[in-house]
């Protein structure tokens, strides 16, 4: 695809240095439908990277554009803080009846600031309220979010220079896998809190992704997410699952704990929960826990009302019958699979591993560079693909839950031209 220079100039000189997605992708995007973006010159760009995990269904999807277009035009509220609004309880009944009743999850739902790391934040804030204690353990490589709070349990060194004070209060301990299989789980962690001279305060949680996203994509076994779920309970540690990005059914389930068959004590939703893209997150938490008291902690735009009724109208329309929306899932996630293992295949001395969950899949290869250089060629080529791992060493697929077979082909087609290309 032949592509002309875009006119970039009022955000090289006005906004700041800090940009980073459009780096890679120099093109200035003007309108998306489904699973592809066209720029103002009419190029078309495949989407693999689906808004970083928050457009699971696709852009513009016009059932959730259609009501929230409806909404607007009858002059809805559009800002409410937590006062109660006929959209926060149609969201809420909706939340319970298709997702929560179904999984015989009691939760109660909470509704902080609208990002991701808000909802981390108050998910810490919670644990440390109800244990009385500040301890938090995370894990290698973990990712969750950009704010201080959540700096202090995110891994990436690159990440946690920018806060620019000391990040305390975290602990992190191996991730699964991250020993090679050579040390029984969970034995240092174990030991350290046996040990009265360890110097680990006794923590208050434990939080984790079952899937590590911008950390690799590294997947968590079943066996070992039961494993940890059994050491916080018998260790009296909250258990914090942080399902940002891997929830709203990127994995197959709608909650990406499922398969594993544990229930976290506390667990954190944002990206694709209002299914448009809109600003939103919940932290939820079983009953026992909501020890807050009134405006303990709050935020000015902590009730997103657009963003309920295209939660909504995304829950009516792809939860109603969950196990559909799941097979699904699997079912594109295994053709990406396929597709995977037959370029690992031909390029057996540049792959080093493929590896992912539902439709989240990484391509990590042994030069560390290699990832950059294929998702630049992608993108020459008309595919949007992100890098994630300490090292920017894997190229991260991250297509909407909603793409066509056909789509899929398409860009893992191209996606395997951009891997010959840059050998």
């Not at 946690?160 to 000391?166: D, H, I, N, Q």
């Not at 294929?374 to 008309?382: C, E, I």
Request: glycine residues 10%.
């Amino acid at each position: 695809m032949t592509i002309t220079q875009p006119d970039l100039s009022v955000f090289e000189t006005l906004e700041s240095e800090v940009r980073s997605y459009c780096r890679g992708w120099p093109a200035v995007f003007d309108r998306a439908r489904g699973s592809r973006l066209y720029d103002e010159d009419g190029h078309t760009y495949l989407d693999f990277f689906a808004g970083a995990g928050s457009l699971n269904y696709g852009h513009n999807n016009p059932v959730l554009k259609r009501a929230l277009l409806d909404y607007l035009e009858r002059d809805g509220i559009t800002h409410g803080l937590d006062m109660s609004t006929t959209a926060k309880r149609t969201f809420l009944q909706t939340f319970q009846d298709l997702v929560l009743r179904p999984r015989d999850l009691p939760y109660k739902v909470m509704f902080p600031g609208p990002t991701g790391t808000n909802a981390v934040e108050c998910a810490l804030k919670l644990a440390r309220k109800v244990k009385g204690r500040e301890s938090i353990v995370s894990f290698t490589n973990a990712f969750h979010g950009m704010s201080l709070g959540s700096l202090a349990v995110t891994g990436n060194a690159f990440k946690r220079a920018g806060a620019g004070v000391p990040l305390v209060h975290g602990t992190p301990m191996p991730f699964d896998h991250y020993l090679d299989g050579q040390v029984p789980d969970f034995l240092w962690f174990e030991r350290l809190l046996q040990d009265q001279g360890s110097g680990l305060n006794h923590p208050a949680a434990v939080i984790v992704e079952t899937v590590q996203g911008e950390g690799g994509v590294n997947v968590a076994r079943n066996a070992w997410l039961r494993g940890l779920a059994e050491l916080c309970a018998r260790r009296d540690m909250l258990l914090i699952v942080d399902d940002i990005q891997m929830g709203c059914g990127r994995t197959g389930a709608f909650f990406s704990f499922e398969e594993a068959g544990i229930v976290p004590d506390i667990v954190t939703v944002s990206k694709s929960i209002s299914g448009y893209g809109l600003p939103m997150s919940l932290c939820l938490f079983k009953p026992e826990l909501d020890i807050w008291e009134p405006g303990e902690h709050n935020g000015t735009f902590r009730g997103n009302n657009p963003a309920f009724v295209t939660a909504t109208a995304a829950l009516e329309t792809y939860w109603t019958d969950g196990s559909a929306m799941e097979k699904q899932t699997r079912a594109r996630g295994e053709q990406v699979e396929r597709a995977l293992v037959s370029l690992a295949e031909e390029h057996r001395a540049d792959v080093k591993e493929y590896r992912g969950r539902g439709l989240v899949w990484g391509l990590e290869f042994h030069d560390t560079s290699r990832a950059e250089r294929v998702a630049r060629r992608a993108f020459d080529l008309g595919l949007l693909v992100e890098t994630s791992g300490p090292q920017s060493e894997v190229v991260k697929l991250l297509p909407a839950l909603t793409i066509t077979p056909d789509e899929l082909d398409e860009g893992l087609t191209i996606l395997a031209r951009a891997v010959r290309e840059t050998a």
